[in-house]
């Protein structure tokens, strides 16, 4: 119990830290900042959800004391829980129907991993939706905000900017954030799941099989909640920016299933470790083609494009 309490002394006060270099404006803060939920998740898959409690709690009474309330609710809120139930969900398990007898952790039924992207998407909208509702109540109230925001700065910093451009930079974040916001939150929590169940792993202290990623596949439902958020984008106000959000980010979870089905098709190539490098290259330096991905994911989940291929997979080619 006493080496539990010390990692989860040692987690929290690591997330903590991570967390408020924001504050100190370098740029380097911005990337520690990102991954402040990655201590969180590693006490909880490598040691119970329960000192993974004791690490948030740790974390947001420092974050607390030392930067004000705000600051601790917003750690506690938009990391410490969303962390602690994320490795919680990762860790659950339980026997299935031909295994009830066994007890092995391999003989188990984990959770889906492609349920727990959809709780990842889901913790990306309501975070993209606080953190635009902080701004103002609709559209225009937000659109304000900034537009304060940017004067203020500008008689801080002696700014030439003209009320136009500043008029134009605020409509520029309200289009854009309902759009970058949610997939910036689903990748930050999926990378840091995926690095902490990485470190569990390495520490061996994953008590759980590593899960078949390339068979991640999101709730049929998951289509239908789609289309649905790509019609009300076209309704206007507060809730097509609130829809924006929620198409974005599931469509940004059917793109790391695309990249699953990739994985899958990709198989029997020749050369496929090179082909698969030069797809995550080209995707980093042209993000415009995660679109490719969506579609392919999506494809997938409409024409069961892994299972037809699995089905007809020709031999493996033969070693030289």
């Not at 905000?145 to 940017?150: A, V």
Request: aromatic share 10%; hydrophobic share 60%.
């Amino acid at each position: 119990m006493i080496a539990i309490l010390i990692v989860a002394l040692a987690a929290g006060a690591a997330s903590a830290l991570m967390f408020a270099s924001i504050v100190s404006g370098a740029a380097v803060s911005l990337l520690l900042a990102y991954f402040a939920p990655l201590p969180l998740m590693v006490v909880a898959l490598g040691w119970g959800p329960l000192a993974a409690v004791f690490s948030g709690i740790i974390a947001t009474a420092a974050l607390t004391t030392l930067l004000g309330l705000s600051h601790g609710v917003g750690f506690a809120i938009g990391v410490a829980l969303p962390a602690w139930w994320l490795g919680h969900l990762a860790m659950l398990g339980r026997p299935g129907a031909t295994t009830a007898a066994a007890g092995s952790a391999a003989n188990l039924e984990w959770y889906p991993v492609g349920r727990i992207l959809i709780w990842i998407v889901a913790i990306a909208v309501l975070t993209t939706a606080g953190i635009l509702l902080s701004f103002g109540a609709d559209v225009d109230a937000i659109a304000e905000t900034i537009r304060q925001g940017l004067r203020e700065m500008m008689r801080q910093t002696d700014g030439n900017m003209t009320a136009e451009q500043i008029d134009q930079l605020a409509r520029l974040f309200v289009f854009l954030a309902p759009l970058a916001l949610p997939v910036s939150v689903t990748m930050m929590f999926t990378l840091n799941l995926w690095l902490a169940a990485k470190v569990a792993l390495t520490s061996r202290r994953l008590h759980r099989p590593w899960p078949d990623l390339r068979s991640t596949a999101l709730p049929p439902v998951t289509l239908a909640i789609l289309a649905a958020a790509v019609a009300f984008c076209f309704v206007g106000g507060t809730f097509a920016m609130l829809a924006k959000a929620v198409a974005t980010a599931l469509l940004f979870a059917y793109a790391l299933v695309g990249f699953a089905v990739l994985h899958v098709l990709t198989l029997s190539a020749s050369n496929r470790t090179l082909w698969l490098v030069c797809v995550y290259a080209v995707m980093f330096v042209f993000s415009g083609l995660i679109l490719v991905m969506a579609a392919l994911g999506i494809a997938d989940a409409v024409f069961g494009l892994r299972q037809r291929y699995l089905q007809t997979r020709p031999p493996p080619l033969p070693v030289a």
